[in-house]
């Protein structure tokens, strides 16, 4: 299955794929995923919950479960290993792409993000649905782990003295230069030494659709992905890194991983290093 399907192919294949709203809002967006999901969404879509979908044992926000729970969830949100998986989100392509990701780091590859989210749909003069969706008959899922798609901040640590992989940091370039406070309360500002800022806004179209694949590799080879060096995503909390990582595939380029814990673990640490600036 192609990573990102269209409208069109959605609407074509609706009855045939587990469509699921997998919005998160930002802490200083004041809007409640839940309640918009419950007054318009795809016919037949069931809510992905991120902060659900995490390891329940940690502060730090929406942070990858054990293989375990993730089965235990999956099944019981309706999905096997035979299903295909179609994620979006209400913004257009903000928090979509986690779904896929995860999806693929406990070894699900038929899955895919909609280009342009809800908006477009809408937009189109598509239908949609409210009110909560019916439970689903229970799923039987069988994940298998693929830990190399994951980094921790151990990991991390030692790639600012190595310099191993590319570390490419998904926040808006005022947040990654620390000309703003951080969005969540005692997170310092900056970024990880040695890291490069592309803000996944600069890989979307005004409609919120990812960029044609040309303009998709001119953009990350800007940054310095071109494949020869192994790529690390980053962001605020781990959802929007999946965003450059759903765009390197895309542009056929090597995956990488996502640092999970991301610039909310780095930032509200003392003992990890924080640069500041361009």
């Given at each position: 299955?192609?990573?990102?399907v269209s409208t069109?192919?959605?609407?074509?294949?609706?009855?045939?794929?587990?469509?699921?709203?997998?919005?998160?809002?930002?802490?200083?967006?004041?809007?409640?995923?839940?309640?918009?999901?419950?007054?318009?969404?795809?016919?037949?879509?069931?809510?992905?919950?991120?902060?659900?979908v995490a390891d329940?044992?940690?502060?730090?926000?929406?942070?990858?479960?054990?293989?375990?729970?993730?089965?235990?969830?999956?099944?019981?949100?309706?999905?096997?290993?035979?299903?295909?998986?179609?994620?979006?989100?209400q913004k257009g392509?903000?928090?979509?792409?986690?779904?896929?990701?995860?999806?693929?780091?406990?070894?699900?590859?038929?899955?895919?993000?909609?280009?342009?989210?809800?908006?477009?749909?809408?937009?189109?003069?598509?239908?949609?649905?409210?009110?909560?969706?019916?439970?689903?008959?229970?799923?039987?899922?069988?994940?298998?782990?693929?830990?190399?798609?994951?980094?921790?901040?151990?990991?991390?640590?030692?790639?600012?003295?190595?310099?191993?992989?590319?570390?490419?940091?998904?926040?808006?370039?005022?947040?990654?230069?620390?000309?703003?406070?951080?969005?969540?309360?005692?997170?310092?500002?900056?970024?990880?030494?040695?890291?490069?800022?592309?803000?996944?806004?600069?890989?979307?179209?005004?409609?919120?659709?990812?960029?044609?694949?040309?303009?998709?590799?001119?953009?990350?080879?800007?940054?310095?992905?071109?494949?020869?060096?192994?790529?690390?995503?980053?962001?605020?909390?781990?959802?929007?890194?999946?965003?450059?990582?759903?765009?390197?595939?895309?542009?056929?380029?090597?995956?990488?991983?996502?640092?999970?814990?991301?610039?909310?673990?780095?930032?509200?640490?003392?003992?990890?290093?924080?640069?500041?600036?361009?």
């Open positions: 299955m192609k990573p990102l069109e192919w959605l609407a074509d294949y609706l009855g045939e794929v587990v469509v699921f709203d997998t919005t998160k809002y930002l802490p200083n967006e004041p809007k409640d995923a839940m309640a918009e999901f419950r007054a318009a969404h795809i016919p037949g879509a069931r809510f992905f919950d991120i902060d659900e329940p044992d940690t502060t730090l926000p929406h942070m990858v479960p054990t293989p375990g729970r993730f089965a235990k969830i999956m099944a019981a949100y309706g999905v096997s290993n035979t299903s295909m998986i179609v994620f979006y989100d392509l903000a928090s979509a792409a986690r779904g896929w990701w995860l999806m693929g780091l406990f070894g699900h590859d038929k899955a895919a993000v909609l280009d342009g989210g809800l908006p477009k749909w809408i937009k189109e003069g598509r239908i949609t649905e409210a009110g909560d969706a019916p439970p689903p008959a229970e799923g039987h899922f069988l994940p298998a782990y693929r830990g190399q798609r994951l980094r921790g901040v151990g990991d991390i640590i030692a790639n600012v003295t190595s310099k191993a992989e590319l570390v490419l940091d998904a926040r808006a370039g005022n947040r990654f230069r620390a000309e703003v406070p951080e969005i969540r309360p005692g997170i310092r500002a900056g970024h990880m030494p040695g890291s490069v800022n592309l803000p996944y806004t600069e890989l979307l179209a005004p409609d919120q659709t990812l960029l044609p694949v040309d303009q998709l590799k001119a953009r990350l080879a800007a940054a310095g992905v071109d494949g020869s060096r192994p790529v690390v995503t980053s962001c605020g909390s781990g959802v929007t890194a999946c965003i450059l990582t759903l765009a390197m595939t895309r542009a056929g380029l090597p995956a990488g991983a996502v640092y999970d814990g991301s610039w909310t673990e780095w930032g509200g640490r003392t003992d990890t290093q924080v640069e500041t600036g361009p």
